[in-house]
């Protein structure tokens, strides 16, 4: 019966895709490199539902020369199976997602034609597994071109277009000629996963990063310590706890614990739609406020955590030093020292660009948000100045002019347009506005680039639609 669901499924989501499909006309002339390579009109690094959600978008642009690379390997892209622990998503079930607007793609109807429309109805949040089953459905339905264990490793500007160095987990490295790229990469995709210099100089046998490989069974009866107190460091407290850890210290710099969620009030149409059109000064102000704050933690992984006796929430200890004593990572704080036989850190990312090997060639060139904007004092933050300055098609821009052109091809899709655009890459409360405003702005550009061709093809149009009477 459930295959017998989808498969019902899938026919409705090809109807409603052909009867919305307008225009029709492939409008992109293709190309070839000199070297006899294709030139792809779009190269979107990142398979996960950002990566999807853009390449769909692409093709109903009639945007079909299009190529989705991902490192990891099928059905591990994205955080959905591999560091994002929490059980279910954060979201509410209702919202829009990578559908963009199409009902047959909603994960209601995803789910309702899985499990039945009583299970929809019974359902609280959205299990973490099933929105990755979900997504790779949607990739199989809408026929996107992902090639998985591809990885990419530098970009060089051309003539007209771009070549993209790649490399796969055999070994075997070549390149892919684009006119645009799109890095739907994630939270770390213009940085890196940050934590403390006193911890990153531990030994790596001691000390994580909430998006690390971490093998919990092997922290069964250890002292572990988390630093943080957002959804991801209660995620891996409640982890490392399941795992039979024993005990778990949360340590929160803050005097009380954050316990609204400030995306859920901005999650309305006129910020999601127009945050980015507005000036400079009302955009810092709400952003920095949205991540000064931090994200909350949700219900559910704060009582997984306190159902544990032998957990404890440390509030107004922020970690000062970390080093090895005993054979055990020992941590200062203002009100002692604690020792750990583990410490994982729910820290966040660090921006900057020069930090992924992708960008760094050109980092130097791309403007921040330091460069472009000095807000008021009270509103300093230098963390948040290190965030690209992005054009209103989520290009990078050049931090001097005519130093860097090609930037204008390379469109930042991921966490990193956070201060640009609001809510918008890696995220699912705003993809319904953010994807077509992506996908809109590559094809703005992909357009202006043809348009001696279209005008010499508008010239020689003789395509009678009236057959005269003699």
């Known amino acids: 019966m459930v295959d017998a669901g989808l498969e019902r499924l899938e026919r409705q989501v090809r109807r409603d895709l052909k009867a919305i499909e307008h225009p029709k006309l492939k409008w992109l002339p293709a190309r070839r490199h000199p070297d006899g390579a294709p030139i792809h009109d779009v190269l979107i690094v990142g398979a996960g539902q950002s990566g999807i959600a853009t390449a769909y978008a692409l093709k109903r642009d009639q945007v079909d020369n299009v190529v989705v690379i991902d490192k990891a390997p099928y059905g591990r892209e994205g ?99 684009a006119r645009k790229i799109v890095l739907a990469t994630g939270q770390d995709g213009t940085g890196r996963w940050w934590m403390p210099d006193c911890v990153e100089a531990l030994p790596k046998h001691l000390r994580a990063h909430a998006a690390d490989d971490i093998d919990f069974p092997s922290l069964a009866g250890k002292t572990v310590a988390v630093l943080g107190a957002g959804a991801s460091a209660f995620d891996n407290a409640a982890e490392a706890l399941d795992a039979a850890a024993n005990p778990v210290h949360l340590f929160c710099r803050r005097a009380e614990l954050q316990t609204i969620q400030p995306l859920r009030y901005v999650t309305f149409h006129g910020f999601l739609r127009h945050l980015s059109d507005m000036d400079d000064a009302w955009r810092w102000r709400f952003m920095q406020h949205v991540l000064g704050l931090r994200e909350g933690f949700p219900q559910d992984a704060y009582n997984r955590c306190v159902s544990y006796p032998h957990f404890q929430i440390r509030t107004g200890e922020p970690w000062l030093d970390a080093m090895v004593e005993d054979g055990k990572a020992v941590i200062r704080t203002p009100k002692g020292r604690f020792a750990a036989d583990y410490l994982i850190c729910g820290t966040g990312v660090g921006m900057d660009c020069a930090l992924r090997p992708e960008l760094a060639p050109f980092a130097e060139h791309i403007a921040t948000w330091a460069d472009r904007y000095d807000p008021p004092e009270e509103e300093r933050e230098e963390r948040l100045g290190r965030y690209p300055y992005l054009g209103p098609d989520y290009a990078f821009l050049e931090k001097a002019p005519g130093t860097a052109p090609f930037l204008k091809d390379i469109h930042c899709f991921g966490i990193g347009a956070w201060i640009s655009f609001g809510m918008s890459g890696a995220s699912i409360n705003a993809m319904y506005v953010a994807v077509p405003k992506l996908a809109a702005g590559v094809t703005r550009g992909l357009f202006a680039a043809a348009l001696e061709h279209h005008w010499d093809g508008l010239q020689a149009y003789s395509e009678s639609q009236v057959t005269l009477r003699d």
């Open 79 to 177: 955080p959905w199976v591999t560091f994002a622990r929490m059980r279910t998503l954060r979201s509410p079930k209702d919202y829009p997602g990578p559908d963009l607007g199409v009902p047959s793609l909603t994960y209601q109807s995803w789910h309702e034609a899985s499990f039945g429309e009583q299970a929809w109805e019974e359902l609280d949040l959205i299990p973490t597994g099933h929105w990755n089953d979900y997504l790779l459905w949607m990739r199989k339905v809408l026929e996107i071109d992902v090639r998985n264990e591809t990885a990419l490793t530098a970009i060089h500007p051309g003539e007209d277009c771009l070549r993209v160095e790649v490399e796969t987990a055999a070994g075997e490295r070549t390149h892919i000629h």
